[in-house]
């Protein structure tokens, strides 16, 4: 069977099971009463539930189950060449499985009936340390700081910080309507794009099949009617489990021993350059909280998107904004992977950054004083 033929039959099962799947969960939350209830941290203002996410992962294993079976029918019964299969599924799958179960049971749990951070921390160190287990981990840092290979000692605990870390920046952009959507979406099809070109065609209909997905769920998410029960969020269970399978898509680009990807990019560039943003942004704003004495994991309204909405952009702003950085940004960065050393790569990243926040936050101040002299 055609590889595009079966990575457009991925898209469009995820979003059909995505479809059918939503306006059921929600008629559930109704009946049970299951909403988020807002408080001073979160924009929303009514109750709404936070279950979206529960359809991710079965589609996801579903889809993928299914036409990996039928493609090896199709072989063994019609073109009779086994040896054809074009799905190289490996026991590193195996591992990435059991991760990807573990942190949805425990979305599933926090969106239920709530969990501690410590609770949700210990099942992201088991979930990474799983993806090591399975293979996916630093074996170098493609010149940065001027290491090259890395000894496994090293390369793991590195490994599942990373993954930790990059779960929780998906978590936290899950803050404004349509937003979580757009940036993990962005980021499917930047890595479904790469993977394809690089013929690993397991990872390749991951990603379709997720982003077909994610369609369903931000019709509802961000044109969806409170007043009809149309509306939903996509919880813990959607934006942990959807965190620790880019995690997957990321270190898997960056657990090559070669200096280069097919395309002669840096590893390291190319699988964080779709989650530059909220990496970022987990960055300062872990900082920031500790500096003050607070606990890391305890929300606040510091993030980017919150400074977004202070200087006035509507929600599909923020989201513009993020797509448009990591465009304009990360594609210049991956570019310059090809000519440049990656820690002054880093390094430039982190000067546009907070220059950027720096001009926020100096713009907020301004309409406060404004806002303080008009009073």
Sequence with gaps: MDIAVILVTGFVIGFFISSMSLPVILRIAKEKNLYDIPDKRKVHENGIPRLGGLVFIPSLIFTLSLLIGINYFYLNHFQRDPDAMIFGIT?????????????????????????????????????????????????????????????????????????????????????????????????????????????????????????????????????????????????????????????????????TTSQTTVLGYNPLVAGFVPLLLPCLDVLRVFGVRIFRGKNPFLGDRNHFHHKLLSVGLSKFGVSIVFVIYTLAVGGGTLLLSKYLNVTWLIIGNLVVYFVVIALLNRRISRMKSTAITIK
């Design 91 to 255: 026991w590193r799958v195996s591992f990435v499985l059991c991760a990807l179960l573990l942190m949805y049971s425990t979305g599933v749990a926090d969106d239920l009936v709530g969990i501690s951070y410590r609770a949700k921390f210990l099942t992201q160190f088991m979930s990474a340390l799983l993806l090591c287990f399975g293979d996916i981990y630093f074996k170098q840092l493609f010149g940065f700081a001027g290491v090259t290979d890395l000894p496994e000692v090293i390369g793991i605990p590195l490994s599942v910080i990373v993954v930790i870390y990059i779960i929780n920046a998906i978590n936290l952009v899950d803050g404004v309507d349509g937003l979580s959507s757009i940036v993990t979406g962005t980021a499917l099809v930047f890595y479904g794009i790469y993977f394809y070109i690089a013929g690993e065609h397991v990872f390749t209909l991951e990603a379709i099949v997720l982003t077909g997905t994610l369609i369903p769920f931000y019709v509802h998410n961000v044109f969806g009617d409170v007043s009809k029960t149309q509306k939903i969020f996509m919880g813990d269970t959607g934006s942990l489990t959807i965190g620790l399978l880019l995690s997957v898509f990321s270190m898997h680009i960056c657990s």
